[in-house]
Structures are given as structure tokens and as C-alpha cells.
């Protein structure tokens, strides 16, 4: 999957233009916080439920290493295959050799962001490899060649009309319909006969329980149960924080996720796998492969402040809530992750200069905060992105600004710390501000801050100051 983060001013500003996705979000989001908050008022206690579950995943996270090898041997004594990957490259090269050592020739996939983020559908169709995703929304955009629009919904954008075409074009249904079940059956049938050949199947990991070695599926279609069940070798991928540490805590985690994603009390098919299937049992894969994806994820799990994403349960609320991706949607964000998680997990994974424009599109409104079922403060880390940016703090790859725009910085600082320096200040930019803007030379002006001009209004400065005026009336 191309990466294409840097270019999120420009496909904002495109996407800012299709008003059918704006109203399309607004809806979306509406119904289902409604549906959300209904849900969540089914726990006896919702803020005590909500406050384990960040617990839960607190707990997760400082425990990873230890939690991450006890799911490693639970995994494997129970005959599943665990392997590590360091990076995208090391995972995908790994699951295209198990293919290639069976001779696998067809892939049906579940859905997963984890194998949007290594890109592995592009490496297995460059080595003759079928790939065909299953999740409904998947195998749109999989048709569309788009990266996901949302992390529940990837083609919650693309109009009833689009789909009818698509499929009519790629010859998946005869006559036309608008009609989004029959959509969905026409669909159904057509990957419904890829499960009778498939030979290898490929799916994400909603949570791995570390005291089982079981690995947890969430879904409403079934696709992934059959990718699950149908082919003899399965692999699942997976990141490193998808550990739990008990199937007491997965269970809860399950209620909350469901909850929060699709204000359902519960997926329709929730699948559990531990190891491939057994002697005397009919379902299940008889290679089951693991893959535990790190991709950049250890390096800022030694930052206690930064690991704090890891937490995230993929839920997707905090992106309906966010009113700034209600407004552009998912594809400005250029890769997989996108919303408040992605504007906190893209800059670590990718560095902070591909990533500025992503933590700068924030209003610090706090919809994200406290809808997470996870306890991300997701502002605050915005926060300390923008300091570091300041700083040129190279920890995640922020670069050291322009002189011209330091100096400018430490002069204005310096300038606000005492009045008769802000006053002093004020009247000698004074006449050169207004003779300019009146120009429309501010405007119209190159450099380092001519973005900052460039979206804002700069008007002629007053000929006295607020302050001004009332020490005269206090006179
Ligand atoms: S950051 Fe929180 S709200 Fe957003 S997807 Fe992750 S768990 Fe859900």
C-alpha cells in the first residue's frame, strides 16, 4: 500500500469538496453514537465498565514483553506456528514463503489492517498469487484500488450507484440493482465459490488471550470464519499489542469493542482459534501460522509517554466523533491508520515530518478523548507532537525549523514577557503592518510563513490597542 501522508493538505482539500460523503458521515456518525450510547447504558455500570477496560489495556500494555512470550508458548503448545516479524518486509516475506512451500495459488483474506499497513496483497499479487478479500467494504475498495475510507467501515463512503457499476463492470452480478442486499448477495456468491478452491487463508487478530495462546476474530458477515475454517494452512497477523493478558479480560474488551465500533451488544460471529484443529475435530486449518508484527512498535514502547497508543482497540469511535475527519473522511490520512489514532500512531511509525499536517488538523476539542474505550488522551499527545516539532526534537524524526523562523519565535517570546516590550513592539510594526496589508503584500507573501498567511485573515492593526483605551478611561 503506497503511503501517501504528506500529500494530506491537497486530498483534504478535495475530499472537502464531495458533499455526498460529508452528509453520508454526518449520518453515519449520528446513528451510531446514538446506537453507542444506548448500548453502553446496557452495562449495569457504564463508566465502571469503561474504567476496566482501560485498565485492561493499561495493564496490557505495561505487561507487553512478558504477556507477548507467555501468548508465544501457549500458542505453540497448542501446535500453532509463532514467528516474529521486525518489519512489514520481514512479515510479508514470511507469509510468501508458507504460501510458496505449499504452492498456494489462491488467497481469500478477512479483513485486516495490519496486512494494510505491510502492504501484503500487492507483494502476493506481484508473485502470481490470487488475493481476494472477503469483508464486504474490503473487497470494494479492493476492486476500487483505494486504501480503506474508515477501520470498521473501509467503503463506508462509496455511493450505493458506484458499487452497482463496479460490480456490473467486474462481472460480478448481470443486471443492475440498487438495492444494497441484493449488492450484498451478488458479492456473497461470487467469493463464496473462492472458499471451495482456496488454499491459504489470511486474516488480522482482534485480541491474543497470552494465558491460552488463543487468537480472537470479531465480524458481522462470516467471511472470516470461513477463511478461518475453509483452506488447510490459516496465518493469522497480528501487532504486538493485541495481547490480553486472560480470556476474562478479552471477554470484556470483546463487549466494550463491539460496543464502541458498531453499537452492537456483540459481533455477529466471534471465533475463537486455539492452535490448528485437533485429532477428531472437523473445523480448523492444519497449519495454523501467527505472525507477531512489530513494524516500529518496540522502539517507542521504551517511551512511556508515546506507548500509550498501544492501547488502542481499533474501534473506530473517535473517528466519527472527530469534527475534523467528519469533514475530510479517511483518505487525507494516506494510509491505514486514520482519525485521532492515526494522527497519534502515523507520526511514530512514520516520522514527524512526513506527518505534521496530520497532528496539526486538530480543534483540541476532546470528542476523541472521551469517547476511547482504550483511555487515549489523544490531544495531549498532539500536544507534545507540535512541542517537539518546536524544539526539533529529532526523537521522532522532527526537524530542526528554518532560523528565520526561530529567531522570529524566540523574539516573540521574548517580546510577551514584559509589557513595555509588547507595547514598544506593537508601535513599531504598526505602521509597517497596516501599509502592507493594505497592499495585500501579507497575503501574498513567500517563506516560512507564508502557509500560516495564507488560510487566515491578516487585517490592519488598530491605532491603539485595547489596552491602550482603557488605561486612558481609567485616568
Ligand atoms: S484510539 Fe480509542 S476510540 Fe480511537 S480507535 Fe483506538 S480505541 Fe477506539
Known sequence: MK??????????????????????????????????????????DPAAALDLGRTIRAEAVERLPELLEQFERNAAARGAVVTWARDAREANDHILRIAKEHNVRLVTKGKSMVTEETG?????????????????????????????????????????????????DKGIMKEP???????????????????????????????AVAETGTIINVENEGNIRLTKSSPRIQVSVMTLEKVVPTMRDAMHMLRLLCRNST?????????????????????????????????????FYRDTEAREILRCIRCGACMLECPVYGKIGGYPYGWAYSGPMGQVLNPLM????????????????????????????HPRKFLSYRAGDARGDPTYGAKRRPWTERSFMEMFTWATKRRWRWDLGLRSVRPFINRHAREGFIRNMKGPLAGWFKSRDFPGMAPKTFHDGMHKRGK
Open 350 to 377: 512514520l516520522g514527524q515530518e512526513r506527518t505534521r499536517d496530520l497532528y496539526r488538523a486538530c480543534t483540541f476539542c476532546g470528542a476523541c478523548k472521551a469517547v476511547c474505550p482504550a483511555g487515549i488522551d
Open 177 to 207: 440493482t440498487l438495492d444494497p442486499v441484493e449488492l450484498g448477495h451478488a458479492a456473497r456468491i461470487f467469493l463464496r465459490d473462492k472458499f471451495h478452491y482456496v488454499e491459504m487463508g489470511i486474516t488480522g487478530v482482534n485480541m
Open 3 to 44: 503511503i501517501k501522508t504528506e500529500q494530506f493538505q491537497a486530498t483534504a482539500r478535495e475530499e472537502l469538496k464531495t458533499r455526498h460523503t460529508r452528509t453520508h458521515l454526518d449520518l453515519v456518525g449520528l446513528l451510531l453514537r446514538e446506537k453507542r450510547q444506548a448500548t453502553m447504558g446496557l452495562f449495569p
Open 120 to 168: 501484503l496483497n500487492e507483494v502476493l499479487l506481484k508473485n502470481g498469487i490470487e488475493v481476494f478479500e472477503t469483508d464486504l467494504g474490503e473487497f470494494i475498495i479492493q476492486l476500487l484500488e483505494k486504501p480503506p475510507y474508515h477501520i470498521v467501515g473501509p467503503a463506508l463512503n462509496i455511493p450505493v450507484r458506484q458499487i452497482c457499476d463496479l460490480f456490473l
Open 263 to 299: 453499537g452492537q451488544l456483540l459481533g455477529s460471529y466471534v471465533s475463537m482459534d486455539t492452535g490448528p484443529h485437533g485429532k477428531g475435530e472437523l473445523d480448523g486449518p492444519e497449519e495454523l501460522h501467527i505472525v507477531i508484527l512489530d513494524n516500529g512498535r518496540s522502539s
